[in-house]
């Protein structure tokens, strides 16, 4: 697949343990709240640690179900996934962290492990986590910015404090979030305005629980939420995902393009999911029952079952 395509995500979203080990099925992203004011939890509709507001841009560390587990301001939390939308925000404060290593990590110029190595830090080293891009945080270090992964980051016992997040132990029992929509900041660098619209209108409905049959934003199968998003955008396609994909031209994995949509399936002919390309080896979906509209890496099982992208929107 292209390596130089644009990768738009919500960022959306990415949840956390207390040693901030990221699952290897799960990418990082950034995501900001829609909310006036969004608890951060410890736990799925725990005890409330925090009050994150309006705009407040998170690092989404996981988003298997409808409570994403975040990073906000030196805190690692839950929030309900359907108060958070896009943004291609990458530089932006997540607080001070700890490595957590045998002995050294490498702290390296560019987000992976081919780059130039800036310095060696120490288990126990405290850093300042200034946004995330490809997966890797973005630090600053002794006067330096550079990039650590995250499976060496810690924010436990480091956390700040900010008018963005803080305790409200009064509001524990409460789980009430009021939302008030903000525009989505979803965007797309490239030449089509049609593809950059798919992909902003799609990023809104991230953390929409699944439903069966389902085709509005109260709930969304897979076809039926690919449909409404091309029918609000680009134009009505069929609401069965095996039809959307006989009545798309093909395109192969390496030819995907933002916007376009992908299918699933033991063959051409048993189409059973789909989803839209968003760049960077990554799609957006609505899974099955239990789990909500969120990203996925294009790898893996969703990989082996790939059947073809189906083009919609000639540039």
Not at 164 to 181: C, H, K, L
Not at 216 to 236: E, H, I, K, L, R
Not at 294 to 304: A, D, I, N, P, V
Request: glycine residues 10%.
């Amino acid at each position: 697949m292209k390596s130089t395509k644009k990768f738009f995500r919500i960022a959306v979203t990415g949840m956390l343990a207390i040693s901030m080990l990221l699952p290897n099925s799960l990418a990082m992203y950034q995501a900001k709240v829609k909310a006036d004011a969004l608890y951060l939890r410890e736990s799925p509709g725990g005890d409330v640690i925090g009050t994150l507001s309006q705009n407040t841009v998170v690092a989404v560390l996981n988003n298997s179900n409808s409570w994403f587990k975040v990073v906000s301001n030196g805190k690692v939390g839950y929030v309900s996934g359907e108060y958070l939308t896009g943004t291609t925000t990458t530089d932006f404060s997540l607080g001070k962290a700890k490595i957590v290593c045998d002995t050294t990590v490498n702290f390296r110029s560019q987000p992976n492990t081919s780059s130039s190595v800036l310095a060696s830090l120490k288990n126990g080293t405290v850093v300042d986590v200034t946004g995330v891009k490809s997966n890797w945080f973005k630090v600053t270090y002794n006067g330096k910015t550079g990039y650590v992964h995250p499976d060496y980051i810690s924010f436990s016992g480091t956390q700040g404090t900010s008018s963005n997040s803080g305790s409200s132990a009064s509001n524990n029992s409460s789980n009430s979030e009021t939302i008030v929509p903000s525009a989505n900041a979803v965007s797309y660098t490239g030449s089509s305005e049609k593809r950059a619209e798919v992909l902003e209108y799609a990023a809104q409905f991230l953390g929409t629980p699944y439903v069966y049959g389902g085709s509005t934003p109260s709930g969304f199968d897979c076809s039926g939420f690919t449909s409404y998003v091309f029918a609000n955008t680009v134009g009505t396609i069929p609401r069965v995902a095996q039809s959307q994909f006989d009545a798309t031209t093909r395109v192969s994995m390496d030819e995907l393009e933002p916007g376009d949509l992908v299918f699933f399936g033991s063959s051409a002919s048993s189409i059973s999911h789909v989803g839209i390309y968003v760049g960077d080896d990554t799609f957006i979906h609505s899974p099955h029952t239990g789990e909500v509209v969120k990203y996925e890496s294009l790898s893996g099982t969703y990989e082996t079952r790939f059947q073809g992208g189906g083009r919609v929107i000639f540039d």
